[in-house]
Protein backbone atom coordinates (compact mmCIF):
# COMPACT_ATOMS: atom_id res chain seq x y z
CA UNK A 1 0.00 0.00 0.00
CA UNK A 2 2.80 2.05 0.11
CA UNK A 3 3.05 5.25 2.27
CA UNK A 4 0.41 7.10 4.06
CA UNK A 5 -0.22 9.62 1.64
CA UNK A 6 -0.73 6.72 -0.59
CA UNK A 7 2.92 7.16 -3.02
CA UNK A 8 5.49 4.66 -3.27
CA UNK A 9 8.35 6.24 -3.63
CA UNK A 10 10.06 3.09 -6.01
CA UNK A 11 13.39 5.64 -6.28
CA UNK A 12 13.83 5.90 -2.50
CA UNK A 13 15.91 3.35 -1.07
CA UNK A 14 14.25 0.68 1.36
CA UNK A 15 14.87 -0.04 5.47
CA UNK A 16 15.11 -2.85 6.56
CA UNK A 17 11.94 -2.38 8.74
CA UNK A 18 9.95 -1.62 4.59
CA UNK A 19 11.91 -4.67 3.13
CA UNK A 20 10.64 -7.15 6.22
CA UNK A 21 7.05 -6.07 5.15
CA UNK A 22 7.14 -6.74 1.52
CA UNK A 23 9.17 -9.81 1.99
CA UNK A 24 7.12 -11.25 5.16
CA UNK A 25 3.62 -10.25 2.59
CA UNK A 26 5.50 -12.28 -0.26
CA UNK A 27 6.85 -15.19 1.23
CA UNK A 28 2.81 -14.98 3.13
CA UNK A 29 4.44 -15.24 6.63
CA UNK A 30 1.54 -14.75 9.01
CA UNK A 31 3.22 -17.13 11.91
CA UNK A 32 3.66 -13.92 14.95
CA UNK A 33 1.15 -11.75 16.62
CA UNK A 34 0.92 -8.51 15.86
CA UNK A 35 2.81 -5.54 17.67
CA UNK A 36 2.66 -2.43 19.04
CA UNK A 37 5.58 -0.69 16.30
CA UNK A 38 4.00 -1.34 12.96
CA UNK A 39 7.50 -2.89 11.68
CA UNK A 40 8.20 -5.52 14.26
CA UNK A 41 5.98 -8.43 13.26
CA UNK A 42 7.65 -8.20 10.10
CA UNK A 43 11.29 -8.02 10.95
CA UNK A 44 10.59 -11.00 13.34
CA UNK A 45 9.30 -13.37 10.97
CA UNK A 46 12.50 -12.78 9.40
CA UNK A 47 14.80 -13.21 12.50
CA UNK A 48 13.13 -16.07 13.73
CA UNK A 49 14.20 -17.72 9.84
CA UNK A 50 17.54 -16.73 10.64
CA UNK A 51 17.33 -14.30 7.95
CA UNK A 52 18.78 -11.14 9.10
CA UNK A 53 22.69 -10.55 7.88
CA UNK A 54 24.75 -9.43 10.56
CA UNK A 55 25.87 -7.06 8.05
CA UNK A 56 22.66 -4.96 8.58
CA UNK A 57 24.06 -1.82 10.98
CA UNK A 58 20.42 -1.55 12.76
CA UNK A 59 16.85 -0.62 12.02
CA UNK A 60 17.22 2.17 10.51
CA UNK A 61 19.70 0.57 7.92
CA UNK A 62 19.02 0.80 4.52
CA UNK A 63 19.90 -2.51 2.80
CA UNK A 64 21.73 -3.04 -0.12
CA UNK A 65 20.50 -5.05 -3.33
CA UNK A 66 23.15 -7.94 -1.57
CA UNK A 67 21.76 -7.72 1.92
CA UNK A 68 18.35 -8.11 0.12
CA UNK A 69 19.06 -10.91 -2.33
CA UNK A 70 21.09 -12.73 1.04
CA UNK A 71 17.65 -12.51 3.14
CA UNK A 72 16.09 -13.63 0.12
CA UNK A 73 18.54 -16.79 -0.36
CA UNK A 74 18.50 -17.52 3.16
CA UNK A 75 14.63 -17.60 3.56
CA UNK A 76 15.13 -19.83 0.17
CA UNK A 77 17.19 -22.41 1.46
CA UNK A 78 16.14 -22.53 5.28
CA UNK A 79 20.04 -21.35 6.16
CA UNK A 80 19.14 -21.30 10.60
CA UNK A 81 22.57 -21.86 11.30
CA UNK A 82 24.08 -18.54 9.51
CA UNK A 83 24.51 -15.59 11.75
CA UNK A 84 21.64 -13.66 11.90
CA UNK A 85 20.33 -10.91 14.03
CA UNK A 86 17.01 -11.03 16.03
CA UNK A 87 14.41 -8.11 16.21
CA UNK A 88 15.83 -7.01 19.82
CA UNK A 89 19.73 -7.18 18.40
CA UNK A 90 18.52 -4.66 15.56
CA UNK A 91 16.41 -2.73 18.13
CA UNK A 92 19.67 -2.08 20.52
CA UNK A 93 21.96 -2.23 18.04
CA UNK A 94 20.16 1.62 17.10
CA UNK A 95 20.95 2.32 20.17
CA UNK A 96 24.90 1.42 19.99
CA UNK A 97 24.70 -1.14 22.19
CA UNK A 98 24.78 -5.50 21.98
CA UNK A 99 25.12 -6.72 18.04
CA UNK A 100 23.65 -9.63 16.47
CA UNK A 101 23.32 -13.05 18.04
CA UNK A 102 26.06 -15.12 18.53
CA UNK A 103 26.08 -17.57 15.63
CA UNK A 104 29.47 -18.26 13.61
CA UNK A 105 30.08 -15.92 10.19
CA UNK A 106 29.68 -17.05 7.20
CA UNK A 107 30.46 -15.65 3.91
CA UNK A 108 27.33 -16.16 2.24
CA UNK A 109 29.86 -15.71 -1.57
CA UNK A 110 31.07 -18.78 -0.38
CA UNK A 111 28.15 -20.49 0.62
CA UNK A 112 26.25 -19.28 -2.83
CA UNK A 113 29.16 -20.26 -4.73
CA UNK A 114 29.00 -23.81 -3.18
CA UNK A 115 25.78 -23.94 -4.23
CA UNK A 116 25.77 -23.24 -7.63
CA UNK A 117 28.94 -25.72 -8.26
CA UNK A 118 26.69 -28.83 -6.59
CA UNK A 119 24.20 -27.42 -8.88
CA UNK A 120 25.40 -27.44 -11.70
CA UNK A 121 27.37 -30.70 -10.83
CA UNK A 122 23.69 -32.34 -10.32
CA UNK A 123 22.90 -31.13 -13.66
CA UNK A 124 26.13 -32.61 -15.87
CA UNK A 125 25.40 -36.06 -13.87
CA UNK A 126 21.76 -36.24 -14.85
CA UNK A 127 22.93 -35.25 -18.46
CA UNK A 128 24.92 -38.15 -18.92
Known sequence: SGYPDGSFR?????????????????????????????????????????????????????????????????????????ASHSLRSLDVGERGEAGAETLPEVDIDLELDALFKELNERDSLDLE
Open 10 to 82: PGKGINITEASKMISNAFKYTDTPETILWYEQYVNNLAVRGALPTTIKDITSELTRGQVAEIIYRLKNSKLTL
